[in-house]
């Protein structure tokens, strides 16, 4: 659609080439985004149900779980809703992060060749100079993004000189094996956001760039609680603990 004013509202195409698993992708977004939710609101309530998880290391892995609600319940409820209705439409007044978008000019076309209302799609549809907004996320990259990542490899580097230097092998065995699943969702998380943010548009299909939008948005909060917590033996512990309990007080009533 084109206008001679400026655009107020936008609509999103989702995965509109591959209308046909429409319903699929619903309800495999679906079950994930209950899963997520489940699983981290689990381990809230173990890490303070349990007096053996009273420590920071739980105390921070409540807050990634936190996080992840946050993130996958900003998301995932828009993908769903734009993944069952055709033409799912949002204001241009819930689009705006920041002041540099909120000064741009839309007076063009208004179909968002996307998931959500991200960044990059929005931009590409403006008919004023965006090279000033492009700077600024390029920019923000770096505190937002690369500093983490690098903070987390020079981390899992010391962590894993020590675990090197452990004379018994089943427990490097052990240890390796926890840290790989960790690294796993790292790269997974951090590449993906590199991959949407820091390299050029050019070569990527829209499919590709929708498919890398779920991998950092739904499908990381959905294995961090298996991989950070669920594994854990004191979280299976507490976990046991907590159902047992329940069940007694049930058989009480």
Request: a positive charge; hydrophobic letters at 50%; aromatic letters at 14%.
């Amino acid at each position: 659609a084109t206008h001679n004013v400026n655009v107020t509202t936008f609509f999103f195409l989702g995965f509109n080439s591959m209308a046909v698993y429409n319903l699929l992708l619903f309800i495999l977004v679906l079950i994930i985004y209950i899963v997520t939710i489940c699983g981290n609101c689990l381990i809230i309530i173990l890490v303070n149900y349990s007096k053996t998880l009273h420590s920071p290391m739980y105390f921070f892995l409540s807050q990634l779980s936190i996080s992840d609600i946050m993130l996958i319940t900003a998301i995932a409820p828009n993908i769903l809703h734009i993944v069952l209705h055709e033409r799912t439409s949002v204001s241009f007044s819930a689009s705006i992060l920041t002041l540099g978008v909120s000064q741009l000019e839309f007076r063009g076309p208004n179909v968002i060749d996307y998931l959500y209302c991200d960044l990059n799609p929005l931009l590409e549809l403006s008919c004023s100079d965006t090279s000033t907004v492009l700077m600024e996320s390029t920019l923000m990259c770096v505190p937002v993004l690369i500093f983490p990542f690098l903070v987390i490899v020079v981390s899992y580097t010391y962590i894993v000189l020590t675990i090197l230097k452990m004379s018994s092998f089943s427990g490097r065995l052990k240890c390796f094996s926890t840290c790989s699943s960790h690294l796993t969702v790292v790269f997974l998380f951090y590449g993906t956001l590199a991959a949407a943010y820091l390299i050029p548009k050019e070569g990527k299909s829209g499919t590709t760039s929708k498919i890398m939008s779920l991998l950092y948005t739904v499908f990381t909060p959905f294995v961090n609680p298996f991989i950070y917590s669920l594994r854990n033996k004191e979280i299976k512990d507490s976990l046991k603990m907590y159902i047992n309990k329940r069940i007694f007080i049930q058989n009480l009533w």
